[in-house]
């Protein structure tokens, strides 16, 4: 089946440096990938969604100068918190489609990266 | 707008009892509807899926759903739970422009 990794799995940093998280799909080419923030004990909110050499397009409300989102190839994409504060830790679970269906275009979803700001 | 509705935030039920997990949904188009589970600090995994093919739809680890056009559901089912089954569980629709819209989720507690 197909697979999508995320690295790192977890990091904590201080407050006002970047972070970045990289989203890998492994054994499929991943046109569309998407960025989710989950909170504790809350549902995943999509941050945005981002295809292969065009830029990210992002969901109301999310800053795109502090989430910044590369997806320079199709089994790459990442994440960077720029100037990262506290309210930023949280749960960042990427995920990928290979776009493949007309209709219908399955994500797979990656394990996931805690980010803890101190 | 493609929204899910999840009623119950935390259901408990005892180790060999029916898991019902309550999801209805709100789409103009015809919906293509997911079940995911997920563990403590892990991602999602896919549980099962309605894309317009059967109603009534098996998933993994034994749990299944329906999907109810006139009353806009789609319930997850089991007959017996255990133990390993407490987890978070989210019901997603699928928009018209691929994105998945999560609903809020429901907390899954097996009493001994």
């Known amino acids: 089946g197909a697979v999508v990794s995320q690295h790192p799995s977890w990091v904590i940093c201080k407050s006002g440096t970047s972070v970045k998280i990289e989203c890998r799909s492994l054994?499929?080419?991943?046109?569309?990938m998407f960025w989710y923030r989950q909170f504790p004990k809350q549902s995943l909110m999509l941050m945005a969604t981002?295809?292969?050499?065009?830029?990210?397009?992002?969901e109301q409300g999310v800053e795109k100068d502090k989430f910044l989102i590369n997806h320079a190839s199709l089994t790459l994409s990442t994440l960077t918190v720029t100037s990262a504060h506290p309210e930023d830790s949280s749960f960042y679970i990427c995920s990928a489609s290979s776009g493949t269906s007309r209709s219908y275009n399955e994500q797979f979803f990656g394990p996931g990266t805690r980010l803890t700001v101190l | 707008a493609q929204s899910v509705t999840q009623l119950g935030s935390h259901v408990s039920v005892s180790e060999g009892a029916l898991v019902l997990l309550r999801c209805n949904y709100s789409s103009s188009v015809p919906p293509y509807l997911f079940w995911y589970v997920q563990y403590p600090n892990q991602g999602l995994q896919l549980l099962l899926k309605?894309?317009?093919?059967?109603?009534l739809v098996k998933g993994i680890n034994g749990f299944e759903a329906e999907f109810k056009k006139s009353e806009t559901s789609f319930h997850l089912t089991k007959p017996s739970a255990h133990m390993s089954d407490a987890a978070e569980y989210f019901c997603a629709v699928k928009t018209s422009y691929d994105k998945v819209i999560f609903g809020p989720g429901t907390s899954l507690s097996v009493i001994p």
């Open positions: 054994d499929f080419q991943a046109t569309t």
């Open positions: 981002s295809n292969e050499g065009s830029k990210a397009t992002y």
């Open positions: 309605y894309t317009s093919a059967a109603t």
